[in-house]
């Protein structure tokens, strides 16, 4: 049984506007066997002044404000 993780934090500065964001994010995985693996994913997105970044490409926010997300998932290969 193997648990890998990575931290990551990524910052916008959108220099043209008051469109700053930073967002972190958390994916682990962990293998209960060779061919059975768990992978955990947790992101935030703190948005200042008027960003509208969400956690994925296709779930924006309103202007300013926040968002968080996860998502869990199992692989079994035959």
């Known amino acids: 049984m193997v648990l890998a993780a990575k931290c990551r934090a990524y910052y916008t500065d ?3 506007d008051s469109r ?3 967002m972190f994010v958390l ?3 962990y293998a209960f ?3 059975t693996d768990a992978n955990l994913l ?3 997105v ?3 002044g008027n960003a509208t ?3 994925t490409s296709t779930a924006n926010t309103l202007p300013g404000q926040n968002q968080t997300g996860a998502m869990l998932g199992m692989c079994h290969r035959f």
Request: net charge positive; aromatic share 10%; charged share 35%.
């Open 42 to 44: 947790l992101g935030d």
């Open 14 to 16: 959108a220099r043209t």
């Open 53 to 55: 970044f969400g956690v």
């Open 46 to 48: 703190n948005n200042k």
């Open 33 to 35: 066997s060779k061919r």
């Open 27 to 29: 994916n682990a995985d």
């Open 20 to 22: 700053d964001s930073w």
